[in-house]
Each structure stands twice: as structure tokens, then as C-alpha cells.
């Protein structure tokens, strides 16, 4: 059973470009949470999709950022007009959504910003 | 969700044992405590998970007293490969999810 896959694992963008980070949950799981880890801190929620939902996006920042969980396809976290601010490893997880609320994560995708 | 406080960083050397304490004094009735690993340049990894009194699995135990104020994560005989970080985490999967809070971890140095 494969694990959470995220793609690219490496993007590096110039200021003002579109970064688009891919997540494909585990087979079976239909709950996904995308967060952000800035050097040396721990991570910070973002958001929280089932499909075609967005449940909770109190930790998206209010504006450039959006989260998609389509009822095909991967999970896209969408990074508009990128700034150096950005530069982080971005996580994506996955649950079951069946009543176990264990997450298991991704390898994440580190975002540069030059 | 329940604020945790453990160690910045602890230090070992192969083959002991390493418990890694950590607080969490307003957890609440319904909240479970999971640890998580991470390796430099990788994911958080699943480790264990527990309400009360202790946890065993293949990788470590989880010893929660009785007034769940605390908790301690125990890593039997470890190895270099157990140099990582490690988060604990309360909450409750109010709602159906569980938006987990990480805190800064505690760094594990395991040294030959």
C-alpha cells in the first residue's frame, strides 16, 4: 500500500511566479491536511479537505493561497504570486476519515522562492 | 487543543534506553496523545498514540498516568537512526478531524 505521495518534491520559483504542490493520499483515505514547516519550527496547519470540500482553512493565509481536493485527482495546494516569505517545506497528510484520525504524512515539497 | 511543553533536545548513545517526557496540564477528557518522528528532510512518522495507563508497539511504549497531565514517550535500546525529532500531540478529533498543533519537538542525539 503505498504512502502519501507529493510532487515535486523540490520547486524552485522566482517572486511573482504560481507554485502548484501536488498530494495523492493514501489508498482508501479520503480526509487530507496540507502544512507548512518553516527551519528549525514545527509544523503549521493549514488546511483540511475531504473531497470536493474544504472543512477547515483557518491557518491559509487570507490571500495568494488555495486548496482544491477534486473528486478525481490528487490534492493541490496553490501558491499565487510567490514571495521569498514563502520559501518553506509544505507537508501533506492523510487520513481515513472512517472514525481513526491518524495521520501519516508525506515526504513534502520543499518550496524556494528566489 | 492542549498545549504541550517537552525538552528542546536530549542526547544518547546506542543501545540505552531514552524516555522523552512530555507535559500537557489542560488536556482534556476526550483528547488522545500521539507522537510523531521526523527525520531531517522528511515527513512526521506515526509512532504511537494512547489515552491512559501505557501503549506498547514495535517501535516504543507510551506510559500515561492516571491523571493524564503528562506522558512519556520510551525508546528501548536505540540506535543512530533513532537521531531525529520528536513531537508530542494532544486533541481530540473534535468534528471528525483533528487539526494537530506541533509544537518545536524535542532533537534526539544519538551518539555511537
Known amino acids: ?24 493520499p493514501m489508498k482508501g ?11 528549525e519550527e514545527g509544523l503549521k496547519f493549514m ?3 475531504q473531497k470536493e470540500n474544504i472543512i ?5 493565509p487570507k490571500e495568494r493561497f488555495s486548496a482544491e481536493f477534486p473528486k478525481e485527482g490528487p490534492s493541490i495546494l496553490r501558491i499565487q504570486q510567490v514571495v521569498r516569505g514563502d520559501s518553506a517545506a509544505y507537508f501533506c497528510a492523510s487520513s481515513p ?9 508525506g515526504p513534502g515539497t520543499r518550496l524556494l522562492v528566489l | 487543543l ?12 546506542e543501545g540505552q534506553e531514552v524516555n522523552i517526557t512530555c507535559s500537557h496540564n489542560n488536556i482534556a477528557t476526550n483528547d488522545y496523545i500521539t507522537w510523531y518522528q521526523q527525520f531531517p528532510s522528511q515527513g512526521p512518522r506515526f509512532i504511537i498514540q494512547g489515552y491512559k495507563t501505557k501503549v506498547t508497539n514495535e517501535v516504543a511504549s507510551l506510559f500515561i498516568p492516571a491523571d493524564r497531565k503528562s506522558s512519556t514517550l520510551s525508546l528501548p535500546r536505540v540506535s543512530l537512526s533513532d537521531t531525529a525529532v520528536y513531537y508530542c500531540l494532544v486533541g481530540d478529533g473534535t468534528g471528525g478531524y483533528n ?14
Open chain 1, 97 to 105: 476519515g472512517t472514525g481513526d484520525e491518524t495521520q501519516y504524512f
Open chain 1, 56 to 60: 477547515d482553512e483557518s491557518g491559509m
Open chain 2, 99 to 112: 487539526k494537530l498543533i506541533f509544537g518545536a519537538g524535542t532533537r534526539l542525539a544519538v551518539h555511537p
Open chain 1, 1 to 24: 500500500n503505498a504512502g502519501v505521495m507529493q510532487n515535486p518534491r523540490h520547486l524552485v520559483r522566482r517572486r511573482g511566479q504560481e507554485a502548484r504542490l501536488r498530494c495523492s
Open chain 1, 29 to 39: 483515505h479520503s480526509h487530507v491536511y496540507w502544512y507548512r514547516q518553516l527551519p
Open chain 2, 2 to 13: 492542549a498545549k504541550t511543553t517537552q525538552p528542546i533536545s536530549m542526547d544518547s548513545y
Open chain 1, 47 to 49: 488546511v483540511y479537505l
